[in-house]
């Protein structure tokens, strides 16, 4: 039998990413007041609000009017200011925390400069690093294939990580900065020994994107020496299975289906714990 080699995504399949809570907000509060904002409640409250409904909105979620309302805010004035990054990439990153947590702080009428702005993130990020655990299964599972040395990889989304022009208001997007600051958060990964070139971070083009996964795919295929069966799992159909069937994946399974709201396409497998495979 071809053996299997496997491909995972990290954020919500391996470790708890993706929602923030109160004890985010209140480091990114602290952070806001100790660079000097004096609203920074104020901010924070409606960072905290708008991130919500976007991430809702992103998830299919039914939004009220009020909150569609601020939603299309959002996105439009996104677009805006993060025009040149659209320009050259075609698509945004919407998912930064700087050009939110920026548009939050101006609809209470205060302007953030870019190091108030990188300053409070990574306290924001810090603070999500630090609950990120590793899910039950996930941890004995790595730590299974690192001992029997059965070669696998990790896919993963770019945090999007942008740097703002005082000058213009616009914000700048490097793929390579983006990419080393996910790398640095994922550290409890390579502390395990998972090697870095074995992680592979979606920027500049992130998930949906086939890219990331195509180029996973082909350093496998270059580095293995036998033809193996190529297994994506992840815990989004659209975002990890349906991007890794385009780029060729042979199989697909689905870990942690309460994240998923949509219906799940046919030939997609589904497991609800890793010690399955
Ligand atoms: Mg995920």
Known sequence: MQKSVY????????????????????????????????????????????????????????????????ADFYLSRLNEVEK?????????????????????AERVDTKLNNAQLQSSVKALWD????????????????????????????????????TLSDTTGLFHYDPQYSKKLKMERLDKFTKLGIPTDHIFIADPYDKPNPQIFSEALNFARKKLDS????????????????????????????????NQTENIPEGIKIISTLSQL
């Open 127 to 162: 603070e999500i690093t630090t609950h990120a655990d590793f899910y039950p299964d996930a941890l004995p599972f790595l730590k299974k294939l690192l001992v029997i040395k059965k070669p696998f990889y990790l896919i993963t989304s770019s945090d999007n990580r942008l």
């Open 84 to 104: 040149p990054i659209i320009d050259r990439y075609g698509d945004i990153k919407r998912w930064s925390r700087e050009a939110i947590l920026y548009i939050a």
């Open 227 to 258: 033809s193996f069966l190529s297994v994506m799992i992840g815990d989004s159909v659209k975002s990890d299975l349906l991007p890794a069937k385009k780029a060729g994946f042979e199989k697909l399974i689905l870990l942690r289906r309460h």
């Open 7 to 70: 491909f995972l995504d990290i954020d919500d399949c391996l470790i708890k990413t993706s929602l923030l809570g109160k004890t985010h907000f209140d480091r990114l509060s602290i952070s806001l007041r100790q660079n000097g904002i004096q609203n920074y409640s104020q901010i924070t409250q409606e960072f905290g609000l708008s991130f919500n409904i976007l991430f809702s909105r992103h998830q299919g979620k039914i939004l009220g009017k009020m909150e569609q309302s601020i």
